[in-house]
């Protein structure tokens, strides 16, 4: 009799989007009369830059001549992409990265959910509260959690995100092996300040901890103060991983490409003691368990890379940043108190009641998808996220819905 992964069993039913769109899709079909406007998952609504598109095409029509066929491409992405993107994103910034600590993939959640298995069953690994779900239910299928109680897995260490601490949690008081930040953040949209990022690589760096660091959304930043990547970090190189994705950035969720960066000082131990590089670990599951992102997503990818792709992406983040003011300065005129919006695609609403059944009424009353805050964790129950990715007009209708529904 072959049995399960008894470890899947302690998980919630359904991953949070699931459930929103098993909700969503019970909506519709009883009232069709209104469309629902999503402004739930962060789902990018505007088509490829053109650039991209372009990149794209140009893939294709290699792939289509025999002379210039490719086949396997290298599992860690081409040589021409990697290195535009060690210039572009981390060279230009003043941040030491080499095309061969960069490895591309087909998306940051797949990364970000991949990388636990370099390391022990035992160690000890601490998630913010609230999180994106993904840092939290992979660990809990590799068996590093006891069971779900009272809103939490034990084992895990919960660092609590608030409004006291600005949704930034300082480091705990006790060393950890693996913690997991995401900045600009998901759900919060609250940003890390170069001070409290090196916080936390000290606090790596004394206690050997590896950070593990999301800047899936750094490229809707526009204070300059800001670090986009956490190697603009004195020391960061020892201590952390870094992952990117053009998802969010470029439009590409239905595309896929993303890239994970894993510096060469970066080791970890083995049970007599030994250091190990965390980048060959990465290397050797990456090239037997990936086969890299297909040859025209990455010349699409490529073009993103160039002052012109950055033009048309600046362009459009500057769109959902647009959407992300019209959003926070709407429910703050409901009397909602909210952070992110700025420098930051999501606005997290502090509604003090089950965000479970303000997302029933908001979705009942108003036809608009949101995100309750307690589907990222305990700390995000009396929260709910709303998203800024969407058609302006769309935004528009979902907020004057919203302020009829609420006022
Ligand atoms: C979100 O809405 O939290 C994200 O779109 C999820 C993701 O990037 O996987």
Known sequence: MIRINEHYRKLKASYLFVEIARRVAAHAAAQPERPVIKLG????????????????????AEQAGDETFHGYGPEQGYEFLRELIATADFGERGCDVSADEIFVSDGAKCDTGNFQELFAADITVAVPDPVY??????????GRTGIWRDGRYDGLVYLPGTSENGF?????????????????????????TKAELAEWVSYARKTGAIILFDAAY?????????????YEIDGAREVAVEFRSLSKTAGFTGTRCAYTVVPRELKAFDSQGSPHSVRDLWNRRQSTKFNGVSYPVQTAAAAVFTPEGRKEIRARSDYYLENAAL????????????????????????????????????????????TPGAGFGLHGEGYVRISAFNHREKVIEALSRIQAALR
């Not at 952070?339 to 029933?360: C, H, K, L």
């Open 327 to 370: 959003i926070r300065t709407t429910m703050e005129e409901l009397g909602y108190e909210c952070s992110g919006g700025f420098n930051s695609p999501y606005v997290w609403i502090r509604t003090g009641t089950d965000s479970w059944a303000f997302f029933d009424d908001v979705l009942n009353r108003a036809g608009v998808v949101i």
């Open 133 to 142: 779900p993904v840092y939290v239910d992979t660990n809990v299928m590799a």
């Open 168 to 192: 930034v949690p300082p480091p705990p008081s006790q060393p950890v092996d693996l913690v997991y930040l995401c900045f600009p953040n998901n759900p919060t949209g609250s940003t890390a």
């Open 41 to 60: 998952i962060g789902d990018v609504t505007h088509a490829l830059p053109s650039v991209a598109v372009e990149g794209f095409r140009k893939g294709i």
């Open 218 to 230: 750094e490229e809707f930043i526009r204070d300059d103060s800001l670090p986009h990547s956490i």
